[in-house]
């Protein structure tokens, strides 16, 4: 849970956001959606880069459904400090209290409302003013939220072969605030997927010698497109109180159900409880049997 980030202002007001965390899901335009939000300008005006060692400061891992909750915090808290230097030049500029300076919609504001100075003018005069600015945060994320799914599955089972097809699938999850809803369906469908190729067909195969017998992804059967149905995804989102924005995970929790959804779907249709996986037809077909 380890996070820092960099957050600099250009002088025409967009800002660059450098990471170490390597984007596996999208996480860099979640990083650039939550830093616009503080700093109260377009997401179009955000760039958001990942940098190596040499470049950004340290960041642990991107797993364990990790970024875009604390590195997106770090984020948060670099665009706040941006924020800050923002008011307090604003401030001086005006020769007023910090505290008579508010920010709203990417403007520093007087408490007269007389006085506005926009995110552009600021940075446009930060050399007359104290030079470049540039947020920084690093932190040690606490409060992740655990995510919360279910998964309904409808499959048809070929009772002379036991081939199964899976017909319907929905994925339900608490994904707390969905800061890229169609990136946080992605990782949904994406962990649905993965879950019933272990379900139906992955399986490594040995022979007497333990050598593998099926090396190769001609053998080793994931599923691909014509193998799966749309799968329908249901985002609820129930902030996580211990993120600024309520973020909780997304990535991880979606490959947990569908074994168990699968194997209870292929017992509704078959009535017969097969406790081993992969439900492969030749499994499934000496299950069949057994019954009758």
């Not at 941006?82 to 919609?105: C, F, N, P």
């Not at 998964?151 to 319907?168: A, Q, S, W």
């Not at 169609?182 to 010698?209: H, R, T």
Request: glycine fraction near 10%; charge should be negative; hydrophobic fraction near 40%.
């Amino acid at each position: 849970m380890q996070s820092s980030a960099t957050v600099s202002l250009n002088e025409d007001g967009t800002a660059n956001v450098l990471t170490g965390s390597p984007d596996l899901s999208g996480s860099r335009i979640s990083l650039a959606m939550m830093a616009a939000e503080e700093l109260g300008i377009d997401v179009d005006q955000v760039r958001s880069v990942v940098g190596d060692t040499e470049t950004a400061s340290y960041n642990d891992v991107s797993g364990g459904s990790r970024v875009t909750f604390a590195t997106g915090m770090a984020v948060i808290d670099a665009a706040r400090d941006i924020v800050e230097q923002l008011r307090q030049r604003a401030a001086a500029i005006w020769e007023v209290e910090l505290d008579s300076v508010t920010w709203e919609d990417g403007r520093a504001v007087a408490a007269d409302a007389e006085k506005v100075l926009s995110i552009g003018e600021l940075a446009a005069g930060a050399a007359r003013t104290g030079g470049p600015i540039v947020g920084r945060a690093s932190l040690t994320a606490r409060g992740a939220g655990p995510a919360f799914v279910t998964h309904l599955c409808d499959v048809e089972v070929d009772p002379d072969t036991g081939k199964i097809d899976v017909v319907r699938y929905t994925a339900v999850q608490d994904a707390g605030k969905a800061v890229h809803p169609s990136y946080v369906e992605g990782q949904m469908q994406g962990g649905a997927s993965q879950g019933i190729g272990w379900a139906l067909n992955e399986e490594y195969v040995y022979d007497e010698k333990g050598t593998l017998e099926n090396p190769g992804f001609l053998d080793y059967r994931i599923p691909v497109a014509s193998d799966l149905p749309m799968i329908d995804t249901v985002i609820v989102e129930v902030p996580n109180p211990g993120h600024p924005y309520g973020v909780r995970g997304a990535g991880e929790a979606p490959i947990i159900p569908p074994l168990a959804a699968v194997a209870n779907a292929v017992h509704g249709a078959t009535g017969r409880r097969i406790r081993d996986l992969p439900l492969s037809p030749p499994r499934v077909l000496e299950a069949l049997e057994q019954a009758s």
